[in-house]
């Protein structure tokens, strides 16, 4: 999570995507970073600069991946697996 300035002068929460987290949710969707890639229409590099930091993670790329991982728990719920992967 992140803050910016608005153009009033007031802070506000940007709710930005880790790469922590676009690597879980890929793992969790049981997704290749080739098929990640192929899903988004972008390259594999692309995928591996995003889950490394080296360059942030657009929006548009953190709602489809968010509504893909939606998409799959509406399919099929993997609790096991996600208490597994959250767990610090």
Partial sequence: MSFAIDGLGHHVVQDIMTKKE??????LLGLSQGKLAKELGVTIRTITRWER???????????????????TLKETTPWEKIKKELVL
Avoid: Q
Avoid at 22 to 27: A, C
Avoid at 53 to 64: D, K, Q, S, Y
């Fill in 53 to 71: 930091g080296e360059f942030a993670i657009p929006r548009i790329a953190e709602l489809a991946i968010r509504n893909l991982f939606r998409e």
């Fill in 22 to 27: 676009f690597k879980l949710l890929r793992g």
